[in-house]
């Protein structure tokens, strides 16, 4: 038998093939946070007081962390869900693939349409709104092991909430609800400043928060860490953050994580 790692990464093959034959899911996964950077970035298209920055290039670094979220996060919460409620991973499961190299597969495949939805945010909001791409090394390392923890993370919270809801059926409305919430709370559409003290304080427990300040970091420059709580980006706790959810998203997923539906036993 080849070894998990090979196995994972021909499960990783076999699930970007399935992605990208959906060609409906494919555009509107990729469609769906370019549309938002699009309005929130032509609406709101002055510059921002005291930061030496355009609202554009707020919000594309904020997109990138919503779009890292819902390529892993619901997408892995949603799919899941509905594979255990058609049985497949039942019948996953009684072949000699190793457990390990499903989620192998799936890491993949997040992996991938990860970079690809940054990607197009970055051509979007360089061609269309003049945003400037970090110049140096050190930027580009930053942005690396933030998409990279916070990728990981998501993806494994993604998994294990994959076991909360009762069937495929409601799997959306499960995973999309918090998300959304999330999402309104963590800095993507609203300045930070402006968000109550308690909803920071709900929104800095989850790695969406710390993925937008990291970001913030990565492509605004320094005058703009006046938009931040604490007057700067963080990184050390953004580091500690989403490393404590790839190690806390793990346990999750083997504490809870269910190759059958409760109904089937």
């Not at 993370?153 to 998300?179: D, E, H």
């Not at 427990?205 to 990565?218: A, D, E, I």
């Not at 050390?236 to 490393?243: E, S, Y």
Request: charged letters at 15%; aromatic letters at 12%; one cysteine or more.
């Amino acid at each position: 038998m080849p070894g998990t790692w090979s196995l994972g990464l021909h499960q990783g093959a076999l699930e970007l093939r399935q992605f990208f034959r959906l060609r409906e899911q494919v555009v509107f996964t990729f469609a769906f946070p370019i549309v938002f950077l699009f309005l929130f970035a032509t609406i709101f298209s002055d510059d921002v007081k005291g930061a030496d920055i355009t609202a554009s290039q707020l919000y594309v670094a904020a997109m990138i962390a919503a779009g890292i979220m819902s390529t892993s996060f619901q997408s892995l919460g949603i799919s899941i869900a509905i594979e255990r409620d058609e049985k497949v991973l039942r019948r996953l499961r009684g072949t000699p693939m190793p457990p390990a190299a499903y989620f192998l597969g799936k890491i993949w495949l997040v992996l991938v349409t990860g970079l690809l939805e940054t990607l197009a945010l970055l051509l979007v909001g360089v061609t269309l709104f003049d945003v400037d791409l970090p110049t140096s090394a050190g930027k580009w390392l930053t942005f690396g092991w933030i998409f990279v923890l916070g990728l990981t993370g998501c993806a494994l919270l993604g998994i294990a909430i994959s076991s909360v809801p009762k069937s495929g059926r409601s799997a959306t409305s499960v995973v999309v609800l918090p998300f959304l919430v999330l999402q309104f709370i963590s800095g993507v559409y609203i300045a930070v400043d402006t968000i109550p003290d308690w909803m920071r304080h709900v929104s800095a427990l989850f790695p969406l928060k710390w993925m937008c300040q990291g970001f913030r970091g990565v492509f605004l420059p320094e005058s703009a860490n006046v938009l931040e709580i604490t007057g700067s980006w963080e990184y050390g706790r953004i580091a500690l953050v989403l490393g404590a959810w790839c190690v806390g998203g793990l346990a999750l997923c083997l504490l809870t994580f269910r190759w059958k539906n409760r109904r089937d036993g």
